[in-house]
């Protein structure tokens, strides 16, 4: 099975600053990745799909890169409905796999 | 608009059965995958396994954890995905969700998800 580091585990941060969220894979799933953001109770929400194409109506803020191993989750400038968890899955093969999570707190 | 809404969740003692449903609407339902997760607060979110479209025989991946013990079936007719769960464990307690996936081949990134429904495994 393919294993997915995300970093960090937790993320205090204000709003109006640039975060970064990384994933590391542990063989490369070329850009089969996708990233989700969750809230309390609610099904994720897809943001950012084969690694860097952005989801239809997600805001332009949130921005992904990488390929092989290592991906990043970007929010150019945090807005006070960002603050949630963020993961990474990747489906590059079976079984797909998630990230541990990241959850974005207020600073 | 797409719907998924997940229904079938309880308490249920271990060694148990319990079949999960998925009923969909706003989309062709055999035009696509279906793929199930699930989520604890310990294990965070898991892939369950997924069937695929009709175009592509509707047929199905598992985890190697459920792998024996979950079945992943469809109605077209009704456009409702099942998760049948035998042999339940308490490690199988979580949150599950179906998901709608984008193709009919590939479980890959689902933009539609369910609300998700508790299954509970204890005695």
């Known amino acids: 099975d393919i294993q997915m580091t995300q970093s960090p585990f937790t993320l205090s941060a204000s709003v109006g600053d640039r975060v970064a969220i990384t994933c590391r894979a542990s063989?490369?799933?070329?850009?089969?990745l996708a990233w989700y953001q969750q809230k309390p109770g609610k099904a994720p929400k897809l943001l950012i799909y084969?690694?860097?194409s952005l989801q239809s109506g997600v805001p332009s803020r949130f921005s992904g890169s990488g390929s092989g191993t290592e991906f990043t989750l970007t929010i150019s400038s945090l807005q006070p409905d960002d603050f949630a968890t963020y993961y990474c899955?990747?489906?590059?093969?079976?079984?797909?796999?998630f990230g541990g999570g990241t959850k974005v707190e207020i600073k | 608009e797409v719907q998924l809404v997940e229904s079938g969740g309880g308490l249920v003692q271990p060694g148990r059965s319990l079949r999960l449903s998925c009923t969909t609407s706003?989309?062709?339902?055999?035009?696509?995958?279906m793929t199930w997760f699930r989520q604890t607060p310990g294990k965070g979110l898991e892939w369950v396994g997924f069937?695929?479209?009709?175009?592509?025989?509707?047929?199905?991946e598992y985890a190697a954890s459920v792998k024996g013990r979950f079945t992943i079936s469809t109605d077209d007719s009704k456009s409702i995905a099942y998760l049948q769960m035998n042999g339940l464990k308490t490690e199988d307690t979580a949150v599950y969700y179906c998901?709608?996936?984008?193709?009919?081949?590939?479980?890959?990134?689902?933009?539609?998800w369910g609300q998700g429904t508790l299954v509970t495994v204890s005695s």
């Open positions: 899955l990747q489906h590059n093969s079976y079984p797909l796999t």
């Open positions: 998901t709608r996936d984008p193709t009919s081949q590939f479980s890959s990134s689902p933009r539609d």
């Open positions: 069937i695929r479209g009709k175009a592509n025989g509707e047929t199905t």
């Open positions: 084969k690694a860097s």
């Open positions: 706003g989309f062709t339902f055999g035009d696509f995958a």
């Open positions: 063989q490369s799933i070329n850009s089969w």
